[in-house]
C-alpha cells in the first residue's frame, strides 16, 4: 500500500491499520456507472453501494433523464 507509506511516521500503528481498513472498505464499495438515453446520449461516473439490498448512492445528473443504467461492482 503506497498510500500507507506516505503517511508520516508520527502516525500511530492503530491510526494506520484502522486508515487502511477504512480505504479498504471504501474501494470495495466503489462502483461505475454508464448510462445512455434513447437517443444514445452518454453519461459516465461513479458511485458506491448502499445496502446490501442493491441500493446505489451516485449524484443524480450521472443517472437523470437515462433510459439505461449499468453499474459494475468491483
Given at each position: 500500500?503506497?498510500?500507507?507509506?506516505?503517511?508520516?511516521?508520527?502516525?500511530?500503528?492503530?491510526?494506520?491499520?484502522?486508515?487502511?481498513?477504512?480505504?479498504?472498505?471504501?474501494l470495495s464499495a466503489t462502483v461505475?456507472?454508464?448510462?445512455?438515453?434513447?437517443?444514445?446520449?452518454?453519461?459516465?461516473?461513479?458511485?458506491?453501494?448502499?445496502?446490501?439490498?442493491?441500493?446505489i448512492g451516485t449524484v443524480c445528473?450521472?443517472?437523470?433523464?437515462?433510459?439505461?443504467?449499468?453499474?459494475?461492482?468491483?
Amino acid at each position: 500500500m503506497f498510500f500507507l507509506k506516505m503517511i508520516s511516521r508520527s502516525f500511530s500503528r492503530q491510526f494506520k491499520r484502522r486508515l487502511l481498513i477504512a480505504v479498504t472498505v471504501c474501494l470495495s464499495a466503489t462502483v461505475s456507472i454508464s448510462a445512455t438515453t434513447a437517443g444514445g446520449i452518454g453519461s459516465i461516473g461513479s458511485g458506491f453501494v448502499m445496502s446490501e439490498d442493491g441500493y446505489i448512492g451516485t449524484v443524480c445528473h450521472v443517472v437523470a433523464g437515462m433510459e439505461r443504467i449499468r453499474v459494475v461492482l468491483p
